[in-house]
């Protein structure tokens, strides 16, 4: 669910710190990304719903604890399975979250500055697949021009009453 509600990189969330959670702020700040750069990243209410939860329950440094030599869980293959499995999914990846954040942001309005800002994008070509989801602000765009051009231009053309 994490990985859902942020939109963060799998590696990201699974070796997330609870001193890198502000829970005044509700931010998640990741030091090392995959592109290098920093991200802060907002955690909505059902993300701090869960993260406050955990916290209460935990002794570990790590979000997700694990008995490997990292100490936090490093690729939960068995469990994502077994998760598919009791869903009905048969193909799912866990990066397939990360895209599900963009693409319900794109398909409510957002643009592709804010989602690439959102998913730690470096480049708008990274974030522009999630464009392309959501037609329906360049229709309205759209219908709205051409409604007052042609409603300008019939109302041009209107012969005079006598």
Do not use: C
């Not at 991200?39 to 059902?46: A, D, F, N, S, Y």
């Amino acid at each position: 669910m994490i990985s859902l509600l942020t939109g963060a990189r799998k590696s990201n969330t699974l070796a997330m710190r609870w001193e890198d959670i502000n829970f005044t702020a509700e931010t998640w700040r990741i030091e090392e990304t995959k592109n290098s750069d920093p991200q802060t990243i907002h955690l909505p209410k059902q993300a701090m719903e869960i993260l406050t939860e955990r916290k209460w329950k935990s002794e570990s440094p790590w979000v997700f604890e694990g008995r490997g030599a990292k100490g936090h869980l490093a690729d939960p293959k068995k469990a994502w399975g077994r998760i598919l499995k009791d869903a009905g999914i048969d193909n799912l990846r866990i990066h397939d979250l990360r895209r599900t954040l963009g693409s319900y942001q794109a398909a409510t309005g957002a643009n592709g500055y804010i989602i690439g800002k959102s998913l730690g994008h470096r480049s708008q070509q990274s974030t522009a697949i999630y464009a392309r989801l959501n037609l329906d602000p360049v229709r309205d765009s759209v219908n709205k021009a051409t409604d007052v051009m042609l409603g300008y231009m019939q109302t041009e053309q209107k012969p005079e009453t006598e």
